[in-house]
């Protein structure tokens, strides 16, 4: 399947990386490829400089945006961060009109004011905005109107979301939402094909607000396994 993947950030590589493992026709999206291609800095996550990692990872065209949602088939993963994405996808609605939209982001507020700010090994935790009333994922829907958007990925890292065999041997849970049941179907399908075996449909995409809301538990348990950046482990629903 032609598949695009919105980011160029740790996540989204992990994505765009398995994805031409599976044998999927891939292509990442970027504000501005020419400008992308000559960082020479890591990101603010570490991450190599995207032209290095992409001339170790070949089969991947990087294009803008809207080009790169437009080549998809059907699937495009968002891996925008979170506080900008709305404006973002809005510019290119029409590329993404009837499309499968799967949203891994959390909309985390930056360097933000904080009365009783969280200080944690890499500075104060960031806050969610939207929260508790409203989500990110229903922010893109509402003003995506013709996309199927499905919330997913979001309670991990990407890098055990695509290799979720890497922990636990890969007995833990995976959670779905949206308001389209084919989308979410394909999320399932993508999801089996990453190697997940508990996958859990939440049910509507009202139900992406616990699941970025879970962000800041993600981030107390990675600090309580010193774990600083990122994570390496899951969640499983015993039932
Ligand atoms: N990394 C993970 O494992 C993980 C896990 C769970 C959730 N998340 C969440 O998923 C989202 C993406 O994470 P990530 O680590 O893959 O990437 P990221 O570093 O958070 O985001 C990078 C992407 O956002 C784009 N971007 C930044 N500012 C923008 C702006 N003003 N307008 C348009 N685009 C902008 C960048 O565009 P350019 O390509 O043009 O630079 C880049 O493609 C975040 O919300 C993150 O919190 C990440």
Redesign the pocket.
């Known amino acids: 399947m032609k598949i695009a993947v919105?980011?160029?950030?740790?996540?989204?590589?992990?994505h765009a990386a398995e994805l031409v493992e599976l044998g999927h026709e891939v292509f990442a999206?970027?504000?501005?490829p020419e400008?992308?291609l000559a960082r020479t800095e890591p990101?603010?996550?570490g991450n190599v400089p995207?032209g290095q990692w992409l001339a170790d990872h070949p089969g991947i065209t990087l294009l803008p945006?809207g080009d790169a949602a437009g080549a998809a088939d059907d699937l495009v993963i968002n891996?925008?961060?979170?506080?900008?994405?709305v404006?973002?996808l809005t510019r290119i609605a029409d590329r993404l009109a009837d499309k499968t939209l799967i949203d891994?982001?959390?909309?985390?507020v930056y360097r933000h004011q904080s009365e009783h700010p969280w200080p944690t090994p890499w500075g104060v935790m960031p806050k969610l905005d939207p929260c508790d009333t409203d989500s990110l994922a229903e922010q893109i829907q509402r003003a995506l109107p013709e996309t199927k958007v499905v919330k997913s990925?979001?309670?991990?890292?990407?890098?055990t979301?695509v290799d979720p065999r890497s922990v636990g041997g890969g007995d833990h849970t995976m959670f779905v939402a949206g308001d389209h049941t084919d989308a979410k179907q394909h999320a399932i399908d993508l999801l089996k094909s990453y190697g997940w075996r508990d996958i859990l449909d939440l049910g509507p995409l009202v139900c992406a607000r616990g699941m970025e809301m879970y962000?800041h538990m993600?981030s107390a348990i990675g600090f309580g396994l010193g774990q600083q950046f990122?994570g390496h482990f899951g969640i499983k629903v015993v039932r």
């Open positions: 919105l980011g160029t950030g740790g996540g989204a590589r992990a999206g970027t504000r501005d400008a992308t990101d603010m996550m995207y945006f891996g925008i961060d979170g506080h900008n994405a404006a973002a891994y982001a959390v909309p985390f990925f979001v309670t991990q890292e990407q890098t979301v962000a993600h990122g």
